[in-house]
């Protein structure tokens, strides 16, 4: 059969690296975005990127209260979001220069039928077809969104304002980050989640190192607490009933529930949907033969750097190079606080305890090092584990600058390095990092 391209990728986030990997491998290669101004995905324009960039700032904030520091610090949103903004114009006109290569269809673009894609009322064919067509904010049934009062991490990224209060609903790597930003900003800041604990899959030093760092930035927090239904009101503000039958109000509700996979783009029932995302094997190939779906939308792992890896490991085996299958339990995680960041990747220690795994431990408190305190690293925790052979089959770390450190142990994971090796490793001082190296000598 004669097709319009031999490779169509659906979606323009993570998956135009891999449209320019197709192209350069000689592939006739198409991208379908429905949005060319939003090139690049969530990551660039919704998330990560815009995200940490805000988050940078709140610790600026964050650091300038210390009392070595005379007079105050305020942030001009306006500001920092035309700033944002001209920083996510240069990136997507970067990402579209590299695109020379590729047909660009400015179009939605939905898997109508085998090896077709129908944008703008057109059909259009490919041998491979590649999904990425990412998630988008949850909102709980019972919650009116309204994109003023109550909000998603979308809108916060683009207020040209802060609120004078605000309640974060959600314990989720997206809630605990945006509760942060507020709260070091100066926002008055709740957070309301449903469970006892903050960061349960975490190490129990780490979740309640957690705790203690959020309550000292000022964040009032409401464990337990489940919500019915919220809604604005005219004058006082969000109405929220909680399944207990209390109330409160708040000024802005903002609403970090998760991220739901985007599953519209599939309009044939040979590609198999399930309550995740759309369901693939470990090649991220669908039940549909060459049709593939990678990053957000396949419910997999919701993070930009596992969306890359698997959109490039998907174009390496179609252009016939060596590609492994991804271990996806070597991605790193991490979730940026302030001043603290936590960080794991590998296996954690309730995974491994919940798997009945022998596995031996290592956990190094920062507390009371003169670097670490100096750096605002006190609540800090290093925690490294080794399997019965001593292997190093994971880590959790809680430190400033935790998501940078964490490389370290993906590495040696990656490297199967055993403990003995590990600890011929001489790591700098003063630095966080030769508290790893103290973790991995105690393995």
Known sequence: MNYDYDILFVG?????????IAARGGLKTALAEKNMGHLGGTCLHNGCIPSKMYLEVAETLRRSKHDHFDGALTLDMAKLEAKK?????????????????VTLIDAEGQVVA??????????????????????RPFVPEGIAYDGKEVITSNDVLNMKQLPQKIAVYGDGAIGLEMASFFAASGVETELIWRHDTLLRQAHGMISANMKMQLESLGITLRPQSSIQSAKATDKRGVHIVFEDGSEHYVPTLLVATGRKA?????????IKVGAKGIETNEKFET???????????NGKIQLAHAARAEVLNVVRRILGKPAEIIDMGRIIKFI?????????????????EKEGVTFKESVVPLKGLPFVHSHDGDLGVMALYADGEEFIIGGEIFSPYAEELIATVAM??????????????ILAHPSFSESLEKAFLRL
Do not use: F, W
């Open 412 to 425: 040696a994971i990656a490297g199967e390095m055993d403990a003995a090796t590990a600890k011929e490793t």
């Open 262 to 270: 985007n599953t519209e783009v599939v309009q044939t029932a040979e």
């Open 336 to 352: 940026h606080t302030l001043p603290c960041s936590y960080a794991t990747v590998g296996k954690s220690k309730t995974v491994l």
């Open 12 to 20: 323009g986030g993570l998956n135009y690296a891999g449209a320019i």
């Open 85 to 101: 903004e001209a920083l996510l114009n240069r990136a997507t006109q970067g990402i579209t220069a590299q695109c020379k290569d």
């Open 114 to 135: 085998p090896h077709t894609v129908e944008a703008n009322g057109k059909k259009i064919t490919a041998e491979y077809i590649v999904i990425g067509t990412g998630a």
């Open 287 to 297: 039940t549909l033969p060459k049709h593939y779906a990678v990053g957000d939308c």
